[in-house]
Structure formats: C-alpha cells, structure tokens
C-alpha cells in the first residue's frame, strides 16, 4: 500500500507537465489564430469576377463587374481575382478610354482559374477586361506616410475633443470667441478660443495640439483690452507669469510644448458687443413701446 502511495505522488509531476504543455499549445495555436486577423488588415485581397459579367449589365449594378470594384491595400499588398464566371476574361491595368498603362497584365484567365498581382508602390490603380471592357476596378494602395496622417488626424481629433471637454468642465464654452476681433498666430499648435473676463480684465488665449515649443504673436485692440497706465500688459502661460516682448500692441510670448492657456492681464476688458448691442436693443425697444402707449403717436410715418 505505501508502495502504491509512493508511485502515484512520482507520476504527478509527470500529469501536472502535461497540463503545462497543453496550456502552452493552446496560448499558441491562440496567438496564430488571432494574429492573421490582428495584422492581416489590407495586407491582402481578393477579388471576384461578377457571374454573368461576360453580358453588359453588371456595370450598373451596386457590386459592379469585379466584386468588389475597388479595394484598399497597403504597399507590398496582394491583389488575387477569381475567375467565378464561365467565361475568359482579362485584369488589365489601364482604363477603356485611355488604354493600357503597363502596370500588369494577366492575359487571358481562364473560367475556374485566378490570377494575383503584388503591389509595391502607393497610387490607384485602374484595370479593365480587355475582352469585356464594361468590366472596371480599382485597386487603391496605401503608402506609410499616408497611415502616418491618419493617425495624426486621429490624434488631433482626440486631442480637440479632449480640450472641449476641458472647456466644458471649466465653463469656458459660454465665453463669446473674439479671435475674429484680434490678429493672432502661433508657430506649434493651433488656437482654439479666444475669449475676454472683464471680472479680471483678462484675455484668454486657448490653444491645444501645440506639441513643440512656439509662440504667440498677437496684436492686442484698445476697444477689446487696455493695457496698464504705462502701456505695458501682465503675462501668464499656463497660470505662470512669463517674460514677453512688447512692441506697441503686438506681443510676442513664447510657450513650451504643452501649453493649453496663455493668459493677457490689462486694466480693462471690454465686454462683447454683442451683450451690450442686445441691452441697447432692449432698451430702445420698451422706450419706443412706453412713447408710443403713453402718446399714442405712431412713430412709423404711414406710405
């Protein structure tokens, strides 16, 4: 019985590596089974001729003669077209009215058979049937620098996105944008919003996407901020002062990589237009009534 005991405790290490290499197999046929779709996204793809197509008609339809019409790959990308028809039909670079372009050429291919052409340079590429040449695709191939803007643009979209909700939380969104009323530039980023607090007597500068060093070149107007009794403004970037440089009422500050805010300090900002036109407006508005309940003149001359 011990003996027994003693056999089955040595054939366990045994059983547990088993179990070890089965687990091991697994995470690997999981990794190849997962891989080719993680990274197989326009490496390839295939092309089918439309049944039929051999006979005018499939031109017009919303899959077209080759299904799909065009398809998207990245450089050093393969094209494969299958001949699904019963009949022979070419892939041909070039177009109808213009004729072949040289690119490739798979002659005549045969009902049942395919043919596949590899991509090695960016560009969109035309092909015909020869034979049947109502028959037209494209094949559009994408180049590295292009991925590349692609994601910048996403970033960007993010990082805009990112910023609004920043505004939001902060209240910024209600503040009227004067950047229309100012001359303003900047050498890293882009500016969003520029808005006045005449709690403060503040302009606001908002900037986002400004990943390098830069900086802002803004011409300042008496009618929007004043400057101090000397003539000079108060700077922070990103809530910090910061050394700038005046000339009559362009400013010069520079901002590091990173920055979101600059602030302009004065002695008064002046409040949107537009708020003080509407009390104006408002004000006009109820007099004229008032004149003409209390006198009960028509102040609209009659035609």
Same mark, same amino acid.
């Given at each position: ?21 089965? =687990? ?50 990245d450089v050093g990308g393969e094209v494969i077209w299958e001949n699904a028809d019963t009949m022979s039909h070419t892939i041909t670079s070039g177009t109808p009215a213009e004729g072949l372009d040289g690119h490739f050429d798979s002659s005549l291919v045969m009902a049942g058979s395919t ?128 050394? =700038? ?27 949107? =237009? ?30």
């Amino acid at each position: 019985m011990p003996n027994q005991l003693n056999n089955s405790h040595k054939k366990n290490p045994n059983v547990r590596k088993s179990v070890y290499s089965l =687990f091991v197999l697994l995470a690997v046929f999981s990794i190849i089974a997962i891989t080719p779709s993680a990274f197989a996204d326009h490496v390839a793809a295939t092309v089918t001729n439309a049944p039929g197509s051999s006979i005018p008609g499939c031109e017009v339809t919303a899959d077209g003669c080759f299904i799909p019409s065009t398809v998207t790959i990245d450089v050093g990308g393969e094209v494969i077209w299958e001949n699904a028809d019963t009949m022979s039909h070419t892939i041909t670079s070039g177009t109808p009215a213009e004729g072949l372009d040289g690119h490739f050429d798979s002659s005549l291919v045969m009902a049942g058979s395919t043919f596949s052409h590899t991509f090695n340079e960016a560009g969109t590429f035309d092909y015909f049937c020869m034979v049947h040449p109502w028959m037209v695709g494209s094949v559009v191939v994408s180049g590295e620098e292009e991925h590349m803007e692609e994601k910048h643009m996403e970033g960007m979209e993010q990082s805009e996105e990112k910023h609004m909700e920043g505004m939001e939380q902060s209240g910024m969104t209600g503040m009227t944008d004067l950047s229309d009323q100012l001359t303003a530039t900047v050498t890293s980023g882009v500016i969003h919003h520029i808005g006045g607090n005449t709690d403060d007597a503040t302009l606001t500068v908002h900037l986002f996407s400004a990943d390098d060093d830069g900086e802002l070149k803004i011409t300042l107007n008496s009618d929007i901020i004043t400057p101090f009794d000397d003539g000079s403004y108060f700077v922070l970037v990103n809530s910090e002062e910061t050394d =700038f440089e005046q000339m009559g009422n362009t400013l010069h500050i520079p901002y590091e990589a990173g920055t979101e805010k600059i602030e302009i300090v004065g002695s008064y900002v002046v409040p949107e =237009f537009g708020t003080i036109a509407m009390i104006v407006l408002a004000v006009a508005v109820v007099s004229i009534i008032a004149i003409t309940a209390k006198t009960k003149t028509a102040l609209i001359p009659k035609l």
